[in-house]
């Protein structure tokens, strides 16, 4: 998958669901490897990022066992690491090796953490930071990949004010406070994706959420033994932009997480005149929020951003820029300059490929203004990531001329089948 090219295409209809939540399906994958006892992961997001996880704690000594769509992993307690023998080589995923820096900053062994050239470019040392003030000694290459993580004895709890809106840093800490011996206490005014959090209550851990302040105390986990992981928002963002920009089009993307802190793309979709109705159901025992979301075609227009919503619409304000392209007249997205750490600075990729798609855009420090207009084919950088890649062939729902994006490599790490599944609703992307 380098190089793909998206034809232009009339309406787009059907009745879909998308593969499993990533972030959900990371975060089920450690903690079930951190309890005692056994869980079964439905409906797994099975992916480079997730088979990172998977081989990383496979490493550390968990048994995972991969048969028909479900995972089964076998739990080795949080006294039950084992050193690995090698280099731990989290390839492009950045919510895995956060997440594993708080469980590795609490062992008595040692070890040492790479990534691919995007994750090598990404900052390290905000979740380095807060675990060294609980008594983790952490290595970096000034702030970035690699990293050597020491043997320690025992971390020690912490009183953390988080600045910085980030779930990764978030659950890095939670997980690194499972190992210590009291309480631990993160204070936000951020409300990012609370996933973590959310497991951690249905892994029985002592954590306590009140306004602002999580409070987490240190101790075993117990497997609920079943974990449903709901479809990908993040993925499903791709199908509903499409059929919005697209005419006479109309989809139902059903079995997809509906969590509030995951909300902000479609909030900000319904903010440009959006038709898209989400119906929450009571599925699968799901802790998560779980439903089906309806989409028609939709004249956008163009808005002001509000700032609540950058945050929870982090990973889909690529499709925002897209979006603001395809409406009439000109959006404003400011307050997004977390979206510079991303897999690549997706500001300056997403500035760079309207440009070039004939798209007047002006670029900001912390966002961009974005007239819409009419879109030409070209052909596009996809920067080596996956969400700018993705976002960037619907844009030909509007253009005449085809639009080719290069080096596609990395939508392999959230949605390989992404291709198929566009293409099941009536696009027409192929290999080039
Ligand atoms: C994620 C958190 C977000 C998001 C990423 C997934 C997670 O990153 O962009 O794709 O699963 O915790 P930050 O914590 O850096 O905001």
Same mark, same amino acid.
């Given at each position: 998958?380098n190089?793909?090219?998206?034809?232009k295409v009339?309406s787009?209809?059907g009745?879909? !669901?998308?593969?499993? #939540?990533?972030?959900i399906?990371?975060?089920a994958?450690?903690?079930?490897?951190?309890?005692?006892?056994?869980?079964?992961?439905?409906?797994?997001?099975?992916?480079?990022?997730?088979?990172?996880?998977?081989?990383?704690?496979?490493y550390l &000594?968990?048994d995972?066992?991969l048969?028909? *769509?479900?995972? *089964?992993v076998?739990?080795?307690?949080?006294e039950?690491?084992?050193k690995?023998?090698r280099i @731990?080589?989290?390839?492009?995923?950045g919510?895995?090796?956060?997440?594993?820096?708080?469980?590795?900053?609490?062992?008595?062994?040692?070890?040492? @953490?790479?990534?691919?050239k995007?994750l090598?470019?990404?900052?390290?040392?905000? %979740?380095?930071?807060?675990?060294?003030?609980?008594?983790?000694i952490?290595?970096?290459?000034?702030?970035?990949?690699?990293? =050597?993580?020491?043997?320690?004895?025992?971390?020690?709890?912490?009183?953390?004010?988080l600045?910085?809106?980030?779930?990764?840093?978030?659950?890095s800490?939670?997980?690194?406070?499972?190992f210590?011996?009291?309480?631990? +206490?993160?204070? =936000?005014?951020?409300?990012?994706?609370?996933?973590?959090?959310i497991?951690?209550?249905?892994?029985?851990?002592?954590?306590?959420?009140?306004n602002?302040?999580?409070?987490i105390?240190?101790?075993?986990?117990?497997?609920p033994e079943?974990?449903?992981? $709901?479809? #990908?928002?993040?993925?499903?963002?791709?199908l509903?932009?499409?059929?919005?920009?697209?005419?006479?089009?109309?989809?139902?993307?059903k079995?997809?997480?509906?969590n509030?802190t995951?909300?902000?793309?479609?909030e900000?979709?319904?903010?440009m005149?959006?038709d898209?109705?989400?119906?929450? *159901?009571?599925?699968?025992n799901s802790? !998560?929020k779980? &439903?089906s979301?309806? %989409?028609r075609?939709?004249n @956008?227009?163009?808005?002001?951003? $509000?700032?609540?919503?950058i945050?929870?619409?982090?990973?889909?304000?690529?499709?925002?820029?897209?979006?603001?392209? /395809?409406?009439?007249?000109?959006?404003?997205i400011?307050n997004?300059?977390e979206?510079?750490f991303?897999?690549?600075d997706?500001?300056?990729?997403?500035?760079t490929?309207?440009?070039?798609?004939?798209? !007047? +855009?002006? *670029?900001?420090? #912390?966002?961009?203004?974005?007239?819409?207009?009419?879109?030409?084919?070209?052909?596009?950088?996809?920067? #080596?990531?996956?969400?700018?890649a993705?976002? /960037?062939?619907?844009?030909? /729902?509007?253009?005449?001329?085809?639009?080719i994006v290069?080096?596609?490599?990395n939508?392999?790490?959230?949605f390989?089948?992404?291709?198929?599944?566009?293409n099941?609703? &009536?696009?027409?992307?192929?290999?080039?």
């Amino acid at each position: 998958m380098n190089t793909l090219i998206s034809n232009k295409v009339n309406s787009l209809n059907g009745e879909i !669901e998308v593969p499993g #939540d990533k972030s959900i399906s990371h975060r089920a994958v450690l903690l079930s490897m951190l309890s005692e006892g056994q869980t079964i992961l439905e409906n797994y997001l099975s992916s480079e990022d997730i088979n990172r996880t998977i081989e990383v704690s496979r490493y550390l &000594g968990a048994d995972i066992y991969l048969k028909n *769509e479900i995972m *089964e992993v076998h739990g080795i307690g949080l006294e039950g690491l084992v050193k690995p023998k090698r280099i @731990l080589d989290f390839g492009n995923a950045g919510t895995s090796i956060r997440l594993f820096m708080g469980i590795l900053a609490a062992q008595n062994f040692e070890s040492a @953490l790479t990534g691919d050239k995007s994750l090598k470019k990404r900052p390290m040392e905000r %979740v380095a930071e807060p675990l060294r003030a609980m008594g983790a000694i952490i290595e970096t290459n000034e702030g970035k990949l690699p990293i =050597t993580i020491k043997a320690i004895n025992k971390l020690n709890n912490l009183s953390y004010k988080l600045d910085i809106p980030s779930a990764q840093i978030k659950s890095s800490i939670l997980l690194a406070s499972l190992f210590t011996d009291g309480k631990t +206490v993160i204070k =936000t005014n951020f409300k990012t994706r609370d996933h973590t959090e959310i497991m951690l209550k249905d892994f029985s851990a002592g954590i306590e959420i009140k306004n602002n302040t999580i409070s987490i105390d240190g101790g075993n986990l117990t497997s609920p033994e079943y974990i449903y992981i $709901p479809g #990908d928002l993040s993925s499903a963002s791709f199908l509903i932009l499409a059929t919005l920009i697209s005419k006479e089009s109309k989809i139902k993307i059903k079995n997809v997480g509906l969590n509030p802190t995951r909300m902000g793309f479609i909030e900000i979709m319904k903010l440009m005149n959006a038709d898209i109705e989400v119906n929450v *159901e009571n599925k699968f025992n799901s802790k !998560e929020k779980i &439903g089906s979301i309806l %989409v028609r075609s939709s004249n @956008l227009k163009a808005i002001d951003v $509000p700032k609540n919503l950058i945050t929870s619409a982090i990973d889909e304000l690529p499709l925002v820029f897209l979006a603001a392209a /395809c409406a009439e007249g000109t959006t404003l997205i400011k307050n997004a300059k977390e979206l510079r750490f991303k897999e690549s600075d997706r500001i300056k990729a997403m500035v760079t490929n309207l440009s070039s798609l004939s798209i !007047e +855009v002006k *670029e900001y420090d #912390d966002g961009a203004r974005i007239k819409g207009g009419p879109i030409k084919g070209a052909t596009l950088e996809s920067f #080596d990531d996956h969400r700018v890649a993705m976002t /960037c062939l619907l844009a030909s /729902c509007r253009s005449e001329s085809p639009v080719i994006v290069r080096n596609c490599f990395n939508i392999n790490t959230s949605f390989p089948t992404f291709k198929e599944t566009m293409n099941s609703i &009536g696009m027409d992307i192929n290999e080039y």
